[in-house]
């Protein structure tokens, strides 16, 4: 369901630290936001698939998006989750105009929905604005290359170390953390199956990693740091 482009505190501080959002001044701001509605969606609603005409680019206030591609026999593959304050389908203001990716909901969320033919024309007359949609672009090709790197360097338990040493909260020798989606989540979120997940996490138990629901404690910071 769409509603206009209003939204609660919370929602519009989310907003405006997004990428392309965070360098605007007022003005420019508030003219980004007039292209723009607000979409409320149930959890595994689809917003898109590989191939539809593009007509929006999108940020998440709250919740949870996944971007995947399917293959000919449908199977599915993730290629990003998107957390609140994520942009995504942004590069199809200035590239083709179909969507590379399908995009689903995980949860119930909220997105800001940016027209992108409204956009086109609002770039000719702010420049600024352009600049600081490819500063968000620039900084998901970054992101892209990290991830591809990790695939490509570091086991599963590397990888779920890293994502623990980066999210937590440390308090001196130990650190705690509560997961803020659930488990299956995590697992898209680094490129491995559940199943994997799991292993991952048991290799961890043995260098001091408690696991109970969504809460996480570690023993020892630094043990979790040599791995």
């Given at each position: 369901?769409?509603?206009?482009?209003?939204f609660?505190?919370?929602?519009?501080?989310v907003?405006a630290?997004?990428?392309f959002?965070a360098?605007l001044?007022?003005?420019?701001?508030?003219?980004?936001?007039a292209?723009?509605?607000?979409l409320l969606?149930?959890?595994?609603?689809?917003?898109?698939?590989?191939?539809d005409?593009?007509?929006?680019?999108?940020c998440?206030l709250s919740?949870?998006v996944r971007l995947?591609?399917?293959?000919?026999?449908?199977?599915q593959?993730d290629?990003?989750?998107?957390?609140p304050g994520d942009?995504?389908?942004e590069?199809?203001?200035?590239?083709d105009?179909t969507?590379?990716?399908?995009a689903q909901?995980?949860?119930?969320a909220?997105?800001?929905?940016?027209?992108?033919?409204?956009?086109?024309l609002?770039?000719?007359?702010?420049?600024?604005?352009?600049?600081a949609?490819?500063?968000?672009?620039?900084l998901?090709?970054?992101?892209t290359m990290?991830?591809l790197?990790?695939?490509?360097m570091?086991?599963?338990?590397?990888?779920?170390?890293?994502?623990?040493?980066?999210h937590?909260v440390?308090?001196?020798?130990t650190?705690?953390?509560r997961?803020?989606?659930?488990k299956?989540?995590?697992?898209?979120?680094?490129?491995?199956a559940?199943?994997?997940?799991?292993?991952?996490?048991?290799?961890?138990k043995?260098?001091?990693v408690?696991?109970?629901g969504?809460?996480?404690?570690?023993?020892?910071i630094?043990?979790?740091?040599?791995?």
């Amino acid at each position: 369901m769409n509603r206009t482009l209003t939204f609660n505190g919370h929602e519009a501080a989310v907003l405006a630290k997004a990428a392309f959002m965070a360098w605007l001044d007022h003005n420019e701001a508030q003219a980004l936001r007039a292209c723009g509605t607000v979409l409320l969606c149930d959890p595994h609603d689809v917003l898109f698939e590989e191939g539809d005409q593009a007509t929006y680019f999108y940020c998440v206030l709250s919740g949870y998006v996944r971007l995947y591609r399917r293959n000919g026999d449908g199977r599915q593959a993730d290629i990003r989750i998107c957390e609140p304050g994520d942009g995504f389908a942004e590069c199809l203001i200035h590239a083709d105009e179909t969507y590379r990716t399908g995009a689903q909901a995980m949860d119930h969320a909220v997105l800001a929905c940016f027209h992108i033919p409204k956009v086109r024309l609002l770039l000719e007359e702010r420049p600024r604005i352009g600049k600081a949609i490819m500063r968000s672009l620039s900084l998901h090709l970054i992101s892209t290359m990290e991830c591809l790197a990790s695939d490509r360097m570091q086991t599963a338990p590397q990888r779920v170390a890293h994502y623990l040493l980066t999210h937590c909260v440390e308090n001196g020798a130990t650190a705690s953390l509560r997961l803020p989606f659930p488990k299956n989540l995590l697992a898209r979120k680094l490129g491995l199956a559940p199943e994997a997940l799991s292993r991952a996490f048991s290799t961890l138990k043995t260098r001091g990693v408690t696991v109970r629901g969504r809460v996480i404690a570690i023993s020892d910071i630094k043990v979790l740091r040599q791995i």
